[in-house]
């Protein structure tokens, strides 16, 4: 088969990439190795930029986004027992993020490919990327025992950071960037109603805990836990009172607690590949970089690259322009090493280490002091919060 696009990954950033030139009619398949029920069974964080939101309108899948999605103004940081809201909607000239969790905008781009036509190809097997640096590149996968061609003009790595297209980048052309953090996430989904009406990120010296939410019904908490910790190793009582530790007292008494329907623990990593193009290979979202989840910028990020992406191959089908295609690599990074030290930033804020010396804690609490008194270090945190432009 022929089209012009060629997407591995059927995750976020492949689905809205694919929808959104499926609308300018750009002819692009989707092959994802998973089956569908597979990938909408992942529970991922929950808070869009408003950019990205804006994406999802103009792919025409934000309908219930934002019936549903609830627009949040500010969030809290709470430290030595206190509650500090961080007034997100002043302090980024009007802007806010919308909390919509990530599970229901992949299931969203899955509804529109079924309304509006998008190919996508699930379990496909041993995918396979071919001739990345000619002017004919193409993609093979197994299906059963059939084997596949598909020829195409440029293909699309949107399959995570353990898909198969960085490694077909020849090791000496890309580079890597990572910090490992020495220790995880433990999060528990609940059928409660959360404690807060916006997102707490609470620094103790216990460790860090976020209090988020998927809606009035469905609380998201998450517990920096040491690396060694396995989920086994929490029940959900033991879950429930660690959290209440390190909240402000009159949060933890208001912290309504029930039964998990998911927990898992979660590593933290920073990571960046460069360049993120290989010939007529073009990478996006996971599969170039990953963040530590404290600044939310995973699925945010993987928005400006699609966003560039878009333009770039819409320009190069209506205007035969290559400029956008040419300069891809150099402008979605820009936008990905600064989504990287935000998240960088307040992962190191925020998060106890065990190496930490007490200058380092003293700095630490310095640091929230000064972002606390200054309405240009609240601006700083919100114009990254909120999404800086594509
Ligand atoms: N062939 C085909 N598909 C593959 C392959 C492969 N070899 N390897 C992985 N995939 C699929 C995965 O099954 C997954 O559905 O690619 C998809 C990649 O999706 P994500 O990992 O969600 O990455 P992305 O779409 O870039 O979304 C980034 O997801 O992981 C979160 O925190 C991250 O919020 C961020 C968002
Ligand atoms: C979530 O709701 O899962 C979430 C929200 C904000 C974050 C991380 C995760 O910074």
Redesign the pocket.
């Known amino acids: 088969m022929k089209v012009q696009v060629c997407i591995i990954g059927g995750g976020p950033s492949g689905l809205l990439l694919s929808q959104l030139l499926h609308i300018q009619g750009v002819k692009t398949i989707v092959l994802e190795k998973r089956s569908r029920d597979y990938v909408l069974s992942r529970?991922?964080?929950?808070?869009l930029e408003h950019g990205f939101a804006r994406l999802m309108r103009e792919a025409k899948c934000g309908e219930r986004m934002d019936r549903e999605g609830e627009v949040h103004e500010g969030v809290f940081i709470s430290r030595n027992g206190q509650l500090n809201r961080i007034d997100l909607h002043k302090y980024s000239d009007g802007n806010s993020v919308l909390?919509y969790?990530q599970t229901e905008v992949t299931r969203d781009l899955y509804d529109a490919h079924d309304r509006d036509g998008g190919a996508i190809v699930h379990n496909a097997e041993d995918v396979t990327l071919h001739d990345l640096k000619s002017d004919a590149p193409f993609v093979t996968y197994r299906s059963g025992d059939e084997t596949i061609r598909v020829d195409c003009d440029y293909v699309i790595g949107a399959d995570g950071f353990h898909g198969v297209s960085r490694p077909s980048i020849p090791k000496d052309t890309l580079k890597e960037y990572e910090r490992v953090y020495p220790f995880g996430w433990l999060?528990v989904l609940s059928r409660t109603k959360p404690v807060s009406p916006e997102?707490i990120?609470c620094k103790h010296e216990r460790g860090f805990a976020?209090c988020?939410?998927?809606s009035q019904v469905l609380s998201?908490y998450?517990l920096q836990v040491p690396l060694e910790d396995r989920v086994e190793d929490w029940s959900d009582e033991a879950f429930w009172e660690e959290l209440k530790r390190r909240l402000p007292a009159q949060t933890a008494s208001e912290l309504v607690t029930g039964p998990s329907i998911e927990k898992s623990i979660a590593p933290l990593r920073s990571f960046v590949a460069e360049p993120m193009r290989y010939g007529r290979l073009f990478l996006a979202g996971d599969a170039a970089h990953i963040v530590p989840?404290?600044?939310?910028r995973g699925l945010n990020s993987a928005g400006s690259d699609v966003y560039y992406l878009y333009h770039a191959l819409v320009a190069h089908y209506k205007k035969a322009d290559d400029a956008g295609l040419d300069l891809y690599s150099e402008r979605a990074l820009a936008r990905v090493w600064k989504a990287q030290r935000f998240s960088w930033w307040l992962t190191t804020l925020l998060h106890t280490f065990p190496d930490d010396t007490p200058y380092l804690k003293r700095l630490k609490e310095t640091e929230l002091d000064y972002l606390f008194s200054s309405d240009k270090a609240l601006g700083s945190l919100a114009e990254n919060y909120v999404g800086l432009p594509y």
């Open positions: 529970i991922r964080a929950g808070v909390v969790g999060g997102l990120y976020l988020s939410l998927r998201r998450y989840p404290t600044g939310a």
